[in-house]
T-cell receptor
């Protein structure tokens, strides 16, 4: 079955530690995204990548970093510079369908930093 | 004002009721997406539409481009429909702008 895998589902870290969230897809999609979801807010874009070895900042990139060394993988690192890292993180990919892009989402990782 | 507004924010219904969730947007779009998020957090794409109407099972999505408005309807609602329904619009890039979601609870 094709899809997006995120691991782990729950992650706990101490303040001041960097943490890397995994995202893998076997859909052969070029574009991948990282979103952050907070209660009462819509999903916000952290970073996106439209092709291997290239990525762009989204609306809330500060305190995060990404890499895209392989088409299938788009890991997100939450650094100690991120002031409020506790959130639900969703990875997604997309493929062009005519004039629009069909979106696929992973199951998410809930990060708690104390 | 958010670029994508959904109403209502919360909705409760009895099993079997007809449900409507609304989405208004203020930007030009190439497509509008309806997404479903279950309590576990994972998101499933329900519809992607740029005009007219789409139907899948008990779900119907409509869009009026001139009025910048879309509706998601659920006929014969069931407790398993309980979820957060999210409207998202796609502009002239592949990036989405999301609404804050409508939390639906359907009681037996």
């Amino acid at each position: 079955d094709g899809g997006i895998t995120q691991s782990p589902k729950y992650l706990f870290r101490k303040e001041g530690q960097n943490v890397t969230l995994s995202c893998e897809q076997n859909l052969n999609h070029d574009a991948m995204y990282w979103y952050r979801q907070d209660p009462g807010q819509g999903l916000r874009l952290i970073y996106y990548s439209q092709i291997v070895n290239d990525f762009q900042k989204g609306d809330i990139a500060e305190g995060y970093s990404v890499s895209r060394e392989k088409k299938e993988s788009f890991p997100l690192t939450v650094t100690s510079a991120q002031k409020n890292p506790t959130a639900f993180y969703l990875c997604a990919s997309s493929i062009a369908r005519g004039f629009a892009y069909e979106q696929y989402f992973g199951p998410g990782t809930r990060l708690t930093v104390t | 004002k958010n670029e994508v507004e959904q109403s209502p924010q919360n909705l409760t219904a009895q099993e079997g009721e007809f449900i409507t969730i609304n989405c208004s947007y203020s930007v030009g779009i190439s497509a509008l997406h309806w997404l479903q998020q279950h309590p576990g957090g994972g998101i499933v794409s329900l519809f992607m539409l740029s005009s007219g109407k789409k139907k899948h099972g008990r779900l119907i999505a409509t869009i009026n481009i001139q009025e910048k408005h879309s509706s998601l309807h659920i006929t014969a609602s069931h407790p398993r429909d309980s979820a957060v329904y999210i409207c998202a619009v796609e502009g002239n890039t592949d990036k989405l702008i999301f609404g804050t979601g409508t939390r639906l609870q359907v009681f037996p």
